[in-house]
Every structure is written in structure tokens, then in C-alpha cells.
């Protein structure tokens, strides 16, 4: 709740108390989800969906309400299942601890419920603008054009960016290990030339 480092604002209370809600209903729906689908709760998921819950109530969690915290993060936990899912087999990305489905997905979603469900009693002057934050479910359709806008430069220069510092690590150095090492594990590797996880 104080990750700004200044917790002199009272609405301090509110985005802790979000905060906490969001991340508790992403875990809980992801849970339930992977229990109804894979006849069993997957607690790896369910971690994840904690983590998405969080993840997706970092945009909004001064400008919303509890209930509406809960509901960002139930979305959270689902869209986390289906993302990790479409990841790894449609997209043929192979991302281990989900990192694309909690972060990108989920930090996306976040950016976008600011934009569906600011209730408009906070950010009165933020960022030079006059009137609070006000999402489009309480009136203003220009908050979450704001923030489409702001997903869509995110991807544009994130990928971009990703795209020449990769290109550029593969050309130097090179980004895959030979298949034979790949296939022992690195793990064992690090293991075998002395290296300790700590």
C-alpha cells in the first residue's frame, strides 16, 4: 500500500484494504476454476492468481470500491488461467512461471478496469487535471480511452523494445543454451560447475 513510499494520504487505507481483496479473489477464482476444470485445485495457479489479483488492482486500487477490488480480482484469477493456457499452447511460448499471463495480461486488465470502474472520489487535480478519477461505468468515457491508449503504447514500446535487446543478446552472445544442456537442465549444470542457490 505505500509502495509510492509516502503514505501521507488517508486513501492509504483504501488501496491497502483493495489491495488485499483483489489479491485474495484472484486466488480464490483461479483456484476454483482449475478445480472445476481439472477436476482438482492446482495450488501453483492458485498462487498465480494471487499474484494476478495483485497485479491487476495496482492501476485502479485508490479509485475504487471494495466490492468492485473483488470483482478485479476474480476477472484476474480467470484471465490468468486462460492466458497461461493460451501462452503455452497456441502461442508455443514457453513461459514456466507464467510470468506474460500474471504481468502482462493481468497488468493490462488492471489499466483497463481504472478506466470501467473509477467511482470518481479520488485524483481531484491529479496530474494537472481538473475533476476526479471517473471511470465510464459513472460517467466518463475519456478515462478509459486514456487508458486504452496507455495499453497500446505499453505494448508498442515494451515490444519494440523487447524485440531489438533479444535480437541484439542473440546476435552477441546467443540466447539458447545447445540442446544437449537444455535437456540435462540448467539447474544441474549450475549444480555440476559449483554454483549454489542461495
Known sequence: AGSSLAGTDL??????????LAGAAGAFSSMIYTWVRFGKPDISMSANGLLAGLVAITAPCAFVTAPTSVLIGLIAGLLLCWAVVFVERTLKIDDPVGAVSVHGVNGAWGVFALGLFADGTYGDGWNGVKGTVTGLLYGDG?????????????????????????????????????????????????????FEWR
Open 11 to 20: 486513501r492509504i487505507s483504501v488501496v491497502a484494504v483493495n489491495t488485499m
Open 142 to 194: 475519456g478515462q478509459l480511452a486514456a487508458q486504452c491508449i496507455g495499453i497500446l503504447a505499453n505494448v508498442v514500446y515494451v515490444g519494440l523494445i523487447g524485440f531489438v535487446t533479444f535480437k541484439l543478446l542473440d546476435v552477441t552472445i546467443g540466447l539458447r543454451v545447445d540442446p544437449e544442456q537444455e535437456a540435462e537442465g540448467l539447474d544441474q549444470i549450475f549444480l555440476d560447475a559449483g
